[in-house]
């Protein structure tokens, strides 16, 4: 007996690794330019494979996603090192990375890369109101992440400074972090608000204040 329902609690294990997991595949289809052998020398496959991985889990545990069914059905992630400028972009499951950004970074690049691709990956997995969230908050919750993983870059704004709540990027990401400081999982709860939908009003249902009220409590806290 004993036997037999340990057995049956491997299979139901299995079960539920193999609904969660998630393959990765990179491409290098810049490899005969100079960002593209940086990607090769620098960073590699291997490690973007598990920068990938690392970034996913991070994300369902900042998004509070303990249940497949709390997360967007994706089964396969592909990163593409490509010849464009800009750069890195998402779209559906794949990420696109500028070989140009890479070859001409002054920096660590594996540092810069990682950060990167925790934003990119955030942008597969959140969830955007069906598309009717401002670009500005998608963007910010994807520097939210970058930033909780302690991937901010040095030249990202300092906390207060920004002219709008939304105007995306380091000045919405650090915005939200204020915003999660008075409750926290406010990013989480706000991700999840979006998965049908988008309404100003959601800042007001988690934080008892229009999102202009807290932009302006936030700016004075921060003598901006």
């Known amino acids: 007996m004993f036997r037999h329902v340990y057995v049956l609690s491997l299979l139901v294990l299995l079960a539920i690794n193999t609904v969660s997991a998630v393959d990765?595949?990179?491409?290098?289809?810049?490899?005969?330019?100079?960002?593209?052998?940086?990607?090769?020398?620098?960073?590699?496959?291997?490690y973007s494979k598990q920068t990938l991985a690392s970034a996913t889990d991070f994300i369902w545990r900042t998004f509070q996603q303990t249940n497949a069914a709390d997360r967007k059905d994706v089964q396969t992630v592909n990163l593409f090192i490509d010849v464009m400028d800009g750069v890195a972009y998402a779209i559906k499951n794949?990420?696109?990375?500028?070989?140009?950004?890479?070859?001409?970074?002054?920096?660590?690049?594996?540092?810069?890369?990682?950060?990167?691709?925790?934003?990119?990956?955030?942008h597969i997995w959140q969830w955007n109101g069906n598309g009717q969230a401002p670009?500005?908050?998608?963007?910010g919750i994807a520097d939210f992440v970058r930033l909780k993983a302690n991937y901010a870059p040095s030249h990202w704004v300092q906390a207060g400074q920004g002219d709008r709540w939304d105007q995306g990027y380091d000045v919405t990401a650090k915005f939200l972090d204020y915003c999660n400081d008075l409750r926290n999982g406010f990013v989480a709860e706000l991700?999840?608000?979006?998965?049908?939908?988008?309404s100003a009003q959601y800042f007001v249902d988690l934080l008892g204040k229009t999102v202009d009220q807290l932009w302006n409590d936030y700016k004075a806290k921060y003598g901006q």
Do not use: P, Q, W
Not at 26 to 42: I, K
Not at 106 to 122: A, K, N, P, Q
């Open 24 to 46: 990765y595949a990179v491409t290098n289809r810049a490899s005969e330019t100079a960002g593209g052998a940086r990607f090769t020398g620098d960073i590699g496959i291997d």
């Open 94 to 122: 794949e990420i696109h990375v500028s070989n140009n950004y890479l070859g001409n970074y002054s920096g660590d690049v594996r540092s810069e890369i990682t950060g990167v691709l925790y934003h990119e990956m955030t």
């Open 135 to 139: 670009s500005g908050l998608t963007e």
């Open 191 to 198: 991700n999840m608000k979006m998965r049908t939908g988008y």
